[in-house]
């Protein structure tokens, strides 16, 4: 056993400050025990009690500080004498600089009385609890959590409702208030274009195409996904139409949903045709883009694309071009004479589920055998965490690809993983790719995927196969990761891209399509 | 139907992950972060009582009746009138019987630290002659162990009091009843902390022979002492008064000097006994203690009211006492491990668990709750500043409301937090924060460190299941 001692003379340290030094320097490489304390008749027990005890200690005095320290074989006691300086000198909270935070709720609601809104990403089964007594205290509500339990929705819809506060969600992921971008949300102008929607990325591809053509959004207020089922009622659909037909920034509204129990679907109607300014309603299903449709002076459109344009038209804004998509400028019919005899099927690899959706909807009308893991019809459903079929889109963010790991649009494994799996198939032609920008995604989500797209082209190259990716960057330039880099850098990668998701399906369709130019 | 919402400044409470928190910040909007937890889940018994409780006309009835208390606990008035040996004091007290801490405890349950100190205190008192007779003794029946709680009294650590040492005698003004506690030992070997050796033994000797009767007649001559003043001032000083004695043991020495010197000593007895006082910052320890004990107990036994009026461990289980039982209704849980840093040559595996009754002070609204004040300790609690003044703001949740008279600084003077409500416990899962110092777990040896410690869920469960059916069973 080798003691060393030493005595900083006239050196005070408090005690409690000592104590956690010595904890700290009992881990130093290279120490067998240390302690730091001062020359008290209590420290000087304590060192005593422990074997440390040298004449030096012996003889500090009550105002000197002694470190004393059992070293390891062949230490030098200069250095370790050094590294426990070098830890007093940090101290333990060093660097920290915690901000302030609450244990709960109402505490946090009780020491900051005027915050508007309450937002709620816990775990689902504790999410209601939290809204509730949000409720309770006359605050608005942006419930993120899912699996929040429909008994649950129902009962903190109807509280909110009466007490006239919004519950957006459970399931929302997206909103603006006041030109603040909520969860994942995207930088886009502020305008006049008021939006309630029970779709997260339909939400955020309308606000963005709004954006696109020189619109702005008011408010965009989200839902929830299953808010217009017919159990739900559509109580926040319709209590947001309400707040945004009451609001003096809103000129036009925009709502937007899959298409809803057909109950719900009229009531939303019925209470649109009241709203007094103009709405588009907009419900992403099947029929495919059919052009707007007046119906009870309200007009109805059937894809994101339309509903944006419809938007900014009815605000006064005139649109060059009609809203049929155009895809002169992407060598439809060289691409498609370059592909190999057997590549035939399209596969969409897809962040955002109403852009998987919407893909889904303008494949099936133009191409047969188009099938999705979140298909509604078993015949055209993948497996669960299957094999694509023909021509196939896969949602990444369904529940089967995020049970115990961050949303795609975080985290990219999965989908990387599956894009090289997808380009070694002899089968594959075309591959659909979306990247979302904005608040809460990833900070770089084309560069996070770079690697596997290299990957999926050289396979396809060893293979002698032209692969055509295409991607489909959903943002705006004024979002932390910028769309004008993130475009860039999929040019230089080798991937085409298109400027909204009606024109990712469109040209993804065009590519394989037998028989036409 | 319009909104609120888009009408005033956005200004968000984040409840869940702080992602969201930076993205709003960076757009500039003002932001309040809840460090969530998920919630205890909670027995059905449990439920059940708090659904009893929470009954409108039995929430107001518990809420009178803990205003009551919260009254009588701050309007309390303690002060310090003499230094007195138990035997002579203490209620119930005998030369056989030895007052331990904690709630009652069988010898065979006791934890080491506590055996040391009463195989130690029997010594001291001549009842044995040697620690391994006095261990017999101890186990023999012989001997009456009781709480020192039920006594009217607190004890530090194993809270070993016997009869021939000197206690603090401190009364309450307003209400008259009146609270003890013994003499700091001052260092780690110490009985106290379950060490027990002839250096001990002498020490409590030389208490009780000169350091007790000199402090005894110095009071008489001071005649009382403002113990709420003093306290009141220690706090702005930088003291908790738990772990931190510091301002405490100058301000009651001030106030003890110049009556220590006018007794009948030598001054070499003097020169020891100042000697003593200035050899270790706890000296005041216990008296802040016996002050918390002294205010509690003016506001225990007020009919329903679920106001924790008793915080105490024994090193196997940890007590609680609620006003509405007059008496000593216990409520308990297991002892738990204290976490802190350990002194030289300790690990944690040495430790003793949680013991003694000096969580009277965070009872009081001192000590773990006032860490706030006492910005120098807040490597205890590992950490910044900010954490203590966080874990200080966050007592309010489960308290009645704040007692004027002591007051933190920092915290723009706001008062202590007070009345412990054992439904807001069970209600926001939080437990009371305490802290305090570790004894080594096996007997003889001592103190090893100080650190952080929470009581049990288990002893609030069952207060308030047993507080459900005591307000409705009238």
């Known amino acids: ?517 | 139907m319009s909104t609120t919402l888009f009408d005033s400044t956005l200004k968000v409470v984040n409840v869940g992950a702080t992602s969201f928190k930076d993205d709003l910040e960076a757009q500039g909007v003002s932001v309040a972060q809840v460090a969530w937890t998920p919630p205890r889940a909670v027995s059905p018994e449990l439920e059940a009582a708090m659904d009893t409780l929470s009954r409108p006309d039995i929430a107001a009835k518990i809420d009178a009746a803990n205003q009551e208390v919260v009254e009588r606990i701050i309007s309390s008035h303690p002060v310090l009138v003499g230094y007195e040996k138990a035997i002579d004091v203490v209620p119930g007290m005998t030369k056989e019987t030895i007052l331990h801490a904690g709630p009652p405890v069988a010898w065979e349950n006791m934890a080491g630290a506590m055996k040391g100190a009463i195989t130690g205190a029997l010594v001291f008192e001549g009842l044995a002659d040697t620690i391994e007779a006095a261990t017999e003794l101890a186990a023999s029946g012989k001997i009456t162990f009781s709480p020192c709680h039920e006594h009217d009294c607190v004890g530090s650590m194993a809270g070993i009091t016997s009869a021939s040492m000197y206690m603090h005698v401190v009364k309450n003004k307003t209400y008259g009843n009146v609270s003890y506690t013994n003499l700091s030992e001052q260092l780690a070997k110490i009985l106290r902390m379950g060490a027990n050796d002839q250096s001990v033994i002498d020490r409590l000797v030389w208490m009780r022979d000169v350091f007790g009767p000199m402090l005894s007649e110095a009071m008489k001559i001071a005649g009382e002492i403002d113990l709420r003043m003093l306290l009141a001032q220690a706090i702005q000083m930088g003291d908790e008064d738990h772990n931190r004695n510091i301002s405490g043991t100058l301000l009651l020495m001030q106030k003890l000097a110049s009556h220590l010197v006018m007794t009948d000593f030598t001054n070499e007895q003097k020169k020891d006994v100042f000697a003593f006082i200035e050899s270790s910052d706890y000296f005041s320890g216990p008296t802040w203690m016996a002050v918390a004990k002294n205010a509690l107990d003016a506001g225990h036994g007020v009919k329903n009211s679920s106001i924790v009026t008793t915080m105490t461990r024994n090193g196997y289980e940890f007590g609680i006492r609620l006003s509405n039982w007059e008496g000593f209704r216990w409520f308990t849980g297991p002892a738990q491990v204290v976490v802190g840093p350990m002194m030289a040559g300790f690990k944690p595996e040495d430790s003793g668990l949680d013991i003694g009754d000096s969580a009277i002070t965070e009872t009081f609204g001192i000590g773990g709750f006032a860490m706030a004040a006492a910005p120098a300790i807040v490597p205890l609690i590992g950490g910044t500043v900010d954490s203590a003044l966080d874990a200080t703001k966050d007592m309010l949740e489960i308290t009645t409301t704040t007692n004027p008279n002591i007051t933190i600084p920092i915290l723009d003077f706001r008062g202590l937090a007070t009345g412990i409500d054992a439904r807001k416990v069970v209600e926001t899962g939080m437990l009371p924060l305490i802290n305090t110092a570790i004894a080594h777990k096996d007997a003889g040896i001592g103190m090893i460190g100080a650190g952080l410690v929470n009581p049990p869920f288990e002893c609030f469960e069952s207060a308030i299941i047993a507080l459900a059916d005591a307000v409705t069973s009238d």
Do not use: W
């Open chain 1, 1 to 517: 056993m080798t003691v060393a001692a030493r005595i900083s003379e006239n050196t005070y340290v408090d005690s409690m400050s000592l104590m956690a030094l010595s904890t700290r320097a009992n881990d130093v490489d290279g120490v067998n025990q240390a302690m730091v304390g001062m020359g008290t008749d209590m420290n000087k027990q304590v060192i005593e009690s422990v074997g440390l005890m040298t004449p030096e200690v012996q003889g500090a005095g009550r105002s000197d500080l002694i470190t004393v320290v059992d070293l390891a074989d062949g230490q030098d006691a200069d250095e370790v004498f050094a590294a426990i300086d070098a830890l007093r000198a940090t101290g333990p909270g060093a660097g920290t600089g915690a901000n302030a935070s609450f244990r709960s709720l109402s505490q946090a609601l009780r020491e900051d009385e005027d915050s508007t809104l309450v937002v709620i990403s816990v775990p689902g089964e504790h999410a209601a609890r939290e809204a509730k007594s949000a409720l309770q205290r006359d605050k608005h509500v942006m419930i993120f959590s899912d699996n929040v339990s429909l008994e649950d929705e129902i009962e903190l819809k109807k509280t909110a409702h009466d007490k006239g506060l919004l519950v957006m969600g459970p399931d929302c992921g997206t909103a603006i208030i006041n030109g603040k971008g909520l969860c994942f949300a995207n930088a886009v102008r502020r305008g006049r274009i008021g939006v309630v929607a029970a779709s997260g990325t339909g939400a955020q591809e309308v606000s963005v195409q709004i954006d696109a053509l020189g619109g702005g959004i008011s408010q965009l207020i989200g839902v929830g996904g299953r808010d217009l089922s017919a159990d739900v009622g559509g109580i926040m659909m319709l209590d947001g139409l309400d707040v945004l037909a009451a609001d003096e920034g809103t000129d036009v509204i925009v709502v937007l949903s899959k298409p809803p129990a057909r109950s719900v679907k009229d009531a939303i109607l019925e209470r649109a045709a009241r709203a007094g300014k103009p709405v588009v309603a907009c419900f992403i299903g099947p029929s495919g883009s059919t052009g707007p449709l007046e119906q009870d002076g309200v007009t109805v459109v059937s894809t994101s694309r339309d509903a944006a344009r419809t938007a900014v038209a009815l605000d006064g804004t005139t649109l060059d071009g009609g809203s049929e998509v155009d895809l002169t400028g992407h060598d439809v019919a060289s691409v498609r004479e370059s592909f190999t005899s057997g590549q035939r099927y399209v596969r969409g690899l897809f962040c955002g589920g109403t852009v998987n959706d919407e893909v889904f909807y303008q494949l099936v009308a133009e191409l047969d055998d188009v099938h999705s893991n979140v298909a509604g019809d078993p015949s055209t459903r993948l497996e669960p965490n299957g094999k694509s079929r023909a021509h196939s889109v896969v949602d990444f963010g369904s529940d089967e690809y995020t049970q115990g790991r961050p949303h795609p649009m975080i985290d990219p494994t999965v989908r990387a993983a599956r894009l090289v799996e997808e380009a070694a198939d002899p089968e594959v032609a075309v591959i659909l790719l979306d990247f979302e920008l904005g608040f809460g995604s990833n900070p770089d989500p084309v560069g996070a995927m770079l690697d596997a797209i290299e990957k999926a082209k050289a396979t396809a190259d060893e293979a002698q196969r032209p692969l055509e990716i295409i991607g489909y960057v959903l943002g705006t330039d004024g979002d932390s990761q910028n769309k004008a880099r993130q475009t860039e850098q999929l040019h230089q990668a080798g991937v085409r891209t298109v400027s909204d998701v009606i024109e990712l399906g469109a040209l993804g369709a065009a590519y394989v399509r037998e028989g036409r130019n």
